[in-house]
């Protein structure tokens, strides 16, 4: 890296999605392509934006989550902060490409990024017995300027605001469900294999033994 250049700690990744059938039946057209061989897109005619990383309409769950979140999986693991978000106008592929539909139903090849990393994370953990993890889990969608907790949906959004520190640095949310004794509602939401459904049991029997002492 040259002197004085600093390495911009967040990244871009634009995902094209293929046309539904149903826009396929309505005649609508493809508006969006990839320069090849580039992290380019062309919108319309003639304009180009470039990216930290693009995804055409063919790209896969896997190609997305290896390129993009499995590097923020494994600083993770060394004790950095890491978070991905997904933004993007209703329909154009959150959901899916984070993986937070109904998991249970979707086949290995289309799982999301969610539980892809969840597994890695607990294959991580249950290799290496001499480090001491604790996983929190919470899981929020930010829609039309409202926050809904994902894991508790009774909690009214009026309950939830992103609080102010001191020093007027945001970030923090009241009444915000996490930790990691809620596991029935994660595994309902999680239930991608039960492999993961394993390791988050065996986190929790983990976690009941250290309370009790
Ligand atoms: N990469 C993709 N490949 C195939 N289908 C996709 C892809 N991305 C999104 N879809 C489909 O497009 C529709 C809208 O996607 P969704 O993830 O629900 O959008 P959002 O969460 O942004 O509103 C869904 O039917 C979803 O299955
Ligand atoms: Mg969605």
């Given at each position: ?5 600093e ?7 634009v ?16 508006c969006?392509r ?5 992290q380019?897109?062309i919108i319309?005619?003639d304009r180009?934006f ?16 290896t390129v993009?979140?499995?590097p923020l999986?494994?600083s ?16 154009s ?11 249970a ?8 990024i ?20 604790h ?9 039309k ?9 009774e909690?009214s959004v009026?309950?939830?605001?992103i ?5 007027g ?8 469900k996490?930790?990691v ?13 039960l492999e ?16 009790i002492?």
């Amino acid at each position: 890296m040259e002197s004085g250049m600093e390495e911009i700690p967040v990244k871009v990744a634009v995902r094209i999605r293929p046309l539904l059938s149903k826009e396929v039946l309505h005649n609508h057209q493809v508006c969006v392509r990839l320069v090849p061989n580039t992290q380019q897109i062309i919108i319309g005619k003639d304009r180009v934006f470039t990216f930290d990383f693009v995804f055409g309409k063919n790209s896969t769950q896997e190609e997305v989550y290896t390129v993009c979140i499995k590097p923020l999986l494994v600083s993770l693991t060394e004790g950095y902060n890491a978070t991905v978000f997904a933004y993007g106008q209703t329909g154009s592929g959150k959901t899916y490409t984070i993986g937070g539909g109904h998991i249970a139903s979707v086949s290995e090849d289309e799982k999301g990024i969610i539980p892809r990393a969840i597994q890695e994370l607990f294959q991580h953990i249950s290799e290496n017995h001499d480090i001491d993890f604790h996983v929190k889990v919470s899981y929020i969608e930010v829609y039309k300027e409202e926050l809904r907790d994902l894991l508790e949906l009774e909690t009214s959004v009026k309950e939830l605001h992103i609080r102010e520190d001191e020093k007027g640095n945001t970030g923090r949310i009241s009444a915000l469900k996490s930790g990691v004794l809620d596991f029935s509602c994660v595994l309902k939401l999680f239930l991608p294999s039960l492999e993961i459904a394993y390791s988050l049991l065996i986190l929790e029997k983990k976690l009941n033994f250290q309370n009790i002492n």
